[in-house]
């Protein structure tokens, strides 16, 4: 059954993205540039072996990647079968963007809450 598996990464909004991540740093030791973010590692709990990462990153005010949504963040979601995942929350009438994306670090999908916030899910590549 898809589902997912973790959080890959927290997103929010700025007006001054360099000056937030200025702040992040000096305040509460997070590192991370605008256009890369920064990155925490972790081992999931099933399977110990498997290092996961979450990206923290900071957009500008007016950026167009969290969609329609009037929410100054967006949560990307790991999931373990994009496409399964998709068509089950489809089936179950949920407002799933028809866009998908294949890149480099694996599978993406969009979708949107009741309250109109834009999630983001990501099958990652295998590793290997």
Known sequence: MARIVG?????????NPAALYSWYEQHLGIRG?????????WRRSDDPSKEEQTVWSIFPANTAYFGQ??????????????????QQLRAEG?????????CSFGKFGWITDP?????????????G
């Open 7 to 15: 959080i890959g990464g927290v997103f929010f909004k700025s007006e």
């Open 33 to 41: 540039k605008p256009g890369e973010g920064g990155l925490f590692s």
């Open 69 to 86: 949504s009037k929410s100054g963040c967006m949560l990307n979601y790991i999931v373990d079968d994009l496409d399964g995942l998709l």
């Open 94 to 102: 949920v407002a799933v963007d028809e866009r998908t994306e294949e």
């Open 115 to 127: 309250d109109g916030n834009r999630l983001e899910l990501w099958e990652p590549k295998p590793e």
